[in-house]
């Protein structure tokens, strides 16, 4: 311990964090009080303390110093010496073993929630196809499980360039209404989606590389919440959008911190990712069902032509075949005769015009039809066709 030497200002707290080495004052004097006082109000607080003598002893914990224990002596109560100093080391032991417990207990639990809400969040984005449950579940488990964060926000970057937010997570009283649309390339968020690196910012109006236009300037002056984390989303080289994560300025984020964000925006962009796959799955078997639909309707149309063609190409055929088989009787007069062979040739046109008619069908499927423009005797066309709906020559008489 220090004699003679501890009335120097190194003696004090700041060497002991500094060393790691105990301090001991014996006897406090005037001198000693005037050199570590930071003013005069400051060193007649002291004075009105009346300490006599003091130790400060170091909090060590694994070979580093973690803290100090001071101990002072008023009035009339002696001097500390090396017995006591024995016993603030042992004393300080005990509490540096004590502060690592409850930091590793402290550490578990903190490991266990993270864990709970990194599995909560996997849980649903392996049940459930809807993005906006599983974005919901990460703006809510980003910020419960980082301490002093007010908000976090899911943005997903739309076509045009522009940021949407699909997921906001606040405290009470707290809103960002203004901000659940951002321009493209607008603050920390486009900033951070255009490099695609995670950016952070204990004030984002510090932040050099982010120029805000003087509405939105002025709204966050106003605001005490101007500490902020973006990570981007992305997945597979395609940046989706970004996970922020707000709190109050001056507020800086740890190491862990980042690593827990950007584990949540991972999980972000595989749900935003197979949310894409989904509609797109959708959207083709729609158009699958369409083109089925398309196919069907398209046999009944074929059906119904192959019906319709049927029947004109059997009403000529069997008028020829009627008036031939009368013919081939031998009991017609002259007349019928005549009478049979214009209708035999008369359907035989009109067969003849039925299989020219399906040919244009095909050279229209083909892209090769060729129009005739020409004057049609519509008394000439009805006679024909009166005549080839007449009955059977059978059920005629002849």
Partial sequence: YTGAGAYAPAAGIGRVLR??????????????????????AHLALLRE????????APLLLRGRT??????????????????????????CDRAAVAIENAQLFEASERRGREGHAMAEVARVLAETLDPT???????????????????????????????????????????FDWTHRLPKGAGMVGL????????????????????YPPDARARLERSAYRSLLAVPLIVQERVLGALAVGARRGRRFTEREIELVSAFADHAAVASDNARLFEEAQRRRTEAERARAAAEEANRAKDEFLAVLSHELRTPL????????????????????TEALAAIDRNTRVQTRLIDDLLDVSRIVAGKVELEWRSVDL????????????????AAGL
């Fill in 192 to 211: 951070a989606i255009r490099n695609r690196a995670i950016v952070a910012a204990a004030d984002v109006l510090e932040y050099p590389q982010v120029v």
């Fill in 318 to 337: 069997t008028a020829i075949l009627g008036w031939v088989r009368m013919l081939l009787v031998g009991r017609m007069s002259a007349p019928r005769v």
């Fill in 19 to 40: 060393l790691g080495e105990p301090t001991i004052v014996p006897q406090v004097s005037m001198e000693w009080l005037q050199s570590v006082a930071q003013d005069d």
């Fill in 379 to 394: 008394t000439a066309v009805v006679s024909e066709v009166v005549t080839s709906a007449r009955q059977d020559p059978h």
């Fill in 49 to 56: 303390v009346g300490m006599t003598s003091l130790l400060h």
């Fill in 133 to 175: 449950l599983v974005w919901q579940r990460i703006a809510t488990g980003v910020r419960t499980l980082l301490d002093d964060a007010p908000s976090a926000a899911l943005y997903y970057l739309e076509a045009g360039g522009d940021v949407r937010a699909v997921a906001v997570s606040t405290e009470t009283g707290v809103h």
């Fill in 66 to 91: 973690i803290g100090v224990l001071t101990l002072a002596r008023t009035g009339q109560s002696g001097r500390y010496g090396a017995a006591d100093l024995a016993v603030a080391e042992e004393l």
